[in-house]
Structure formats: structure tokens, C-alpha cells
RNA sequence: GGGUCGUUAACUCAGUCGGUAGAGUAUCUGCCUUUUAAGCAGAGAGUCGUUGGUUCGAAUCCAACACGACCCA
């Protein structure tokens, strides 16, 4: 379809042409000897820096184009910057003039020559030599516009990485995050691990997983749902602070806060509970905000966030009773709780506990009025199959979820590492799951093995990068901090 | 899976009551050696998402489908 757009065809006959002429469209054998941030001030509005001496040599992609006849000034952008070159017949000479002529929009090139300012202080590039490096032979987006329809942004991440900044800063910021929190955690003795993609049992999490099959082993394994149960097997081991940063899948639905395959970070420290846990996520998350973002004090959408800790404290009771706004007498009436639930529309299964509706009423009525960073606490045992029953109250556990903008951000816990109690509560987790899931869920006994060579009292979390990176970015999207968001074939 | 909205030139968008398609940018030609959404004059560029239906006639009305966005589950 393309091939049979006249701008296309003109661009590939000035190829054509260029090529008939002896000029390489795609040569490689330029170095350039500058990058172009570095020949600019730091201050765009110091028009009284003096500029650099010598002839510069840069290398970009030409990203506009204004031609007077006998000179041009173009745009010419690297991975650092965009700086103005000025072409002129008289410096760069007949043969290059005539080239640059046949130089569009969107071709790769490069240029050597003195810096100079304009009239009007923008500093340039006086040409005195051209090279083509790449021949472009699609159109870019138009200059003013530039490339906002969602869909072509997505599908052709590359041209919406060219032409629109802000994207490319989005994704600076999304490596410059996963970069510190790495150092945070191994400043703090955290040993990074990478545990099994490919799991013969989906553990660790309530998901569907993604099925596929090993053929030399005759077996079907699992891309993983989450890491967790690997990563407690290195606390049996004797790594006695783990962490992973690394993709999850879920084969479930997608929306602007669930993509198929994420970014997860998951933590383990031996020794430490919940409680330490959501000191040293307090600590990291504001760290990690005024290293990326200069401040605290964040706007997400419109909504002023404060990250600066300490950050505010409910057990799921106070939670549902001081921003949900029901009754104490409520929370603890079984009958009425489900009653409200279900009127709510609400779905709950037959065997369904307290702990299930509250959690259910949580998720309706206090979530997403969670704007400031929350930490819920006591989280009942009912939801929790893999963390501690509290000491005192075996109905919840030392768990904790941290919200910020309505979303869920952290997910921890301290761990349970008494076998038999794991046993069992996994046993019946499967027993209440199982005949309407496409996958059976299984019972990892091996990981129940490795507990009962003894695990030490741990806690551990996991903390949703790309909902960490939407945050600190102001995407309102997952799709706009993962750089190939999942979507469906383009049709021919 | 359900609902709502969208899909027109390479890009960004108009298109009235149903009468065979418009602008700006980009491209091409000419002029133009400090412009920056350069300017002036001219030109070319379209399977109106797809397939059916209604109609003398469909970008426009109807249906199904595809893809996307948002909301809900």
C-alpha cells in the first residue's frame, strides 16, 4: 500500500538517483566527534558563552528543513540533543550542494564545521562538509503536530520516540528508576538473582498463567505469574537478602493499569518483618522520587501527591471504617458485611469468609480514594496465603499493600515458613480454586520441601515497576511506560 | 466479555440536510545566502477501516466485522 504513495516514490527515486550518482545511502564509515548537547550552553537563553573553537563533527537525523535557494538551515537531532545547521553553496561547495539538495527530512547525516550564533543567538553549525549516512524513505509526522494518534504511536514506537521528546524523556526516566532502586537495594547488601521464566507449576500469586510446552522434554511449563516462591527458596539456601527485577505474565485482561507481561520487583530480607518493610519502602520510593523527579511533592493527573515520608498508616478495619465509612458495629456483623457486598454487586463464592468480603469492600469503597502513599495493614488470612498470621490474631496477617493514586503499588508481607501451616493453606486455596480455571493450579511441593529444611523469618514485597514508573512519570497509561505495549496484530 | 466513542491524503484535522473530497503541514516545480510553524507563486497527492444493505445516488443512513481509546466486569 505504501509503496504506491507518490511521496514514497519520489524519495526513492532521489535514492536513485543519489545512488546512480555514486553516493552511498548507507555508509558506515564516520565517526562523529561530538555529541551534540555538549556544543550547546547549558543555558539556552546565555547568548554570551563563548562558543567552543574548531570545527565540530556531529552526526543526526534531519528533523527540519528550511531552504532559501542557495542555503538552508536544518535541525539535525542525536541522542543527546538538536542543534541548527546552516548550509551554504559557498562553504560546503557545488558538488555537496547538489547532494544536500537531494537530503530530506528524516535522513540521517552528518556535518563538520565552526559554531556560530545567528542573529538572533541560536547557536549553529556552519557547514563547511556534508556525508549521507542513511537514506530515510518514509515520511516523518508533520513538524507542527508531530505523531499523536495513540495506536501509530504504539505500533511504530521508534517514529513516536523521534519525533516526540517527552516520550523519550518518559523512557530515560523509566531506566534511570529501575537503575536506582537496583542500587538502593544492593547499597542495603540485596543480592540480585534471576529465578526461572519458564515454571513447570505457576506459583507464588492468583493469576492465569501463559501455557507453553518443551519439546526435547515432552513438557508443558508456565511463563511465570511471579517469582516469589523461587526467590524464598535462595532464603533456604542461605542468600539471606534476594531480589529480582524482572518480567511477570498474566494471561488476563488488559487496561491502562495491566499489560500481559510487567515489570516486577521482588525483595526478600531474612530477619526482618513487615514492619521493616514498610520503612524501607517509605525510604527507597521517596528517594528514588527526588533523584528522578527533583522533588516530593509530585502531581500525578491533575493531583497533587505527597511522597515525602512517613506516609499514613490503616490496618484494612480502620481503612474500611475512616475512608470507606462504615460502622464498627459493621465490621464485625458477618451477615451485614456480606449483605452490603452483595448489594453492591459484588460476587462472592459460597465458602467466601469475612476476610474475602472486607477485602471485596476494601477494593469498592477505599482504593481509589487512596491519593497519598497508604500502607494497609492486617490484611486477613483468608487473602493471604503465603504471609504470617499475626501473633496475636490468627484471623490477619503481618501483611501490608501500599496505595498511591488509587492504585496498588507494593504488595508485602512477612513471610510464613511454617511448612505445615503452608501446606494447608495452599491446599485449600487449590481446593476452592480448580474446576472452573483453564489452568489446574498444583501444589509446588518442592517449595514445601525446601520450607521444611527451614526457611529463617523474612519478610519480603513486591513493587509494580511500571506502576512505580507511571507514577513518577504522570503516564496516565501502562502503555506509555512500556516501550512495546501488547496489542493485536496490524491487519494488512 | 459488555457499553460508549473513534477510524477521511504521509501527518494533524474539516466535511452542513445523502448529490462522486477539503484545509494546513509534508512532497514536487520556480524564485529566494541568517531562517526557525521562513516567505511568495504554482502543481500533484485519497479503495473516506473492511464487507454487505437501504437509495436514482452513501464519507454521510443501517448491519456485521477489524483495529484502537475510555469505562465496566
Not at 72 to 81: C, E, K, R, S, V
Request: with cysteine.
Amino acid at each position: 500500500m505504501e509503496d504506491s504513495n507518490q511521496i514514497i516514490a519520489q524519495r526513492r527515486q532521489k535514492a536513485g538517483e543519489l545512488a546512480k550518482e555514486g553516493i552511498t545511502l548507507y555508509a558506515n564509515d564516520f565517526k562523529p566527534g561530538h555529541r551534540i548537547i555538549d556544543l550547546l550552553p547549558a543555558d539556552d537563553f546565555d547568548h554570551d558563552t563563548p562558543l567552543s573553537a574548531g570545527t565540530m563533527s556531529v552526526a543526526g537525523r534531519i528533523m527540519a528543513l528550511r531552504r532559501f535557494g542557495k542555503a538552508a538551515f536544518l535541525h539535525l537531532q542525536d541522542g543527546t540533543g538538536r542543534i541548527q545547521v546552516h548550509v551554504k553553496r559557498d562553504e560546503v561547495g557545488d558538488a555537496a550542494y547538489a547532494i544536500f539538495k537531494k537530503l530530506d527530512i528524516g535522513d540521517i547525516a552528518a556535518f563538520t564545521g565552526p559554531l556560530f550564533r545567528t542573529k538572533t543567538g541560536e547557536v549553529t553549525i556552519q557547514a563547511l562538509s556534508l556525508k549521507l549516512l542513511t537514506k530515510s524513505l518514509l515520511p516523518l509526522p508533520e513538524k507542527f503536530h508531530g505523531l499523536t494518534d495513540i495506536e501509530t504511536r504504539y505500533r511504530r514506537r521508534y517514529v513516536d520516540l523521534m519525533v516526540n521528546p517527552e516520550v523519550r524523556d518518559t523512557f530515560r526516566k523509566r531506566v534511570e528508576i529501575i537503575r536506582l532502586v537496583r542500587d538502593f537495594l544492593t547499597n542495603r547488601g540485596f543480592l540480585e538473582v534471576e529465578t526461572p521464566m519458564m515454571q513447570p507449576i505457576a506459583g507464588g500469586a492468583t493469576a492465569k498463567p501463559f501455557k507453553t510446552h518443551h519439546n526435547a522434554l515432552g513438557m508443558d511449563l508456565y511463563l511465570r505469574i511471579a517469582p516469589e516462591l523461587y526467590l524464598k527458596r535462595l532464603l533456604v539456601g542461605g542468600f539471606e537478602r534476594v531480589f529480582e527485577i524482572n518480567r511477570n505474565f498474566r494471561n488476563e485482561g488488559l487496561s491502562t493499569r495491566h499489560n500481559p507481561e510487567f515489570t516486577m520487583l521482588e525483595f526478600y530480607q531474612a530477619y526482618a518483618t513487615h514492619e521493616d518493610m514498610m520503612e524501607l519502602t517509605e525510604e527507597m520510593i521517596s528517594w528514588v522520587a527526588m533523584e528522578v523527579c527533583g522533588t516530593m511533592q509530585i502531581s500525578y493527573q491533575g493531583r497533587e501527591v505527597d511522597l515525602a515520608p512517613p506516609w499514613r498508616r490503616y490496618t484494612m478495619d480502620e481503612a474500611l471504617e475512616k475512608v470507606g465509612g462504615l460502622s464498627r458495629e459493621l465490621l464485625s456483623d458477618f451477615a451485614a458485611l456480606k449483605k452490603l457486598a452483595l448489594s453492591k454487586g459484588v460476587e462472592l463464592q459460597p465458602q467466601a469468609g469475612i476476610g474475602k468480603v472486607k477485602t471485596e469492600l476494601f477494593e469498592l469503597l477505599v482504593e481509589e480514594r487512596l491519593i497519598d502513599p497508604t500502607f494497609i495493614t492486617a490484611y486477613p488470612t483468608e487473602v493471604s496465603p503465603l504471609a504470617r498470621r499475626n501473633a496475636d490474631n490468627p484471623e490477619i496477617t503481618d501483611r501490608f499493600e501500599l496505595f498511591v493514586t488509587g492504585r496498588e503499588i507494593a504488595n508485602a508481607f512477612s513471610e510464613l515458613n511454617d511448612p505445615d501451616d503452608q501446606r494447608q493453606r495452599l491446599e485449600k486455596q487449590i481446593a476452592e480454586r480448580g474446576a472452573d480455571e483453564e489452568v489446574f493450579p498444583e501444589l509446588d511441593d518442592d517449595f514445601l520441601r525446601a520450607l521444611e529444611y527451614g526457611m529463617p523469618p523474612a519478610a519480603g514485597e513486591g513493587i509494580g515497576i511500571d506502576r512505580l514508573v507511571m507514577l513518577l512519570t504522570d503516564a496516565p497509561s501502562i502503555r506509555d511506560v512500556i516501550l512495546f505495549p501488547h496489542l493485536r496484530p496490524e491487519k494488512k
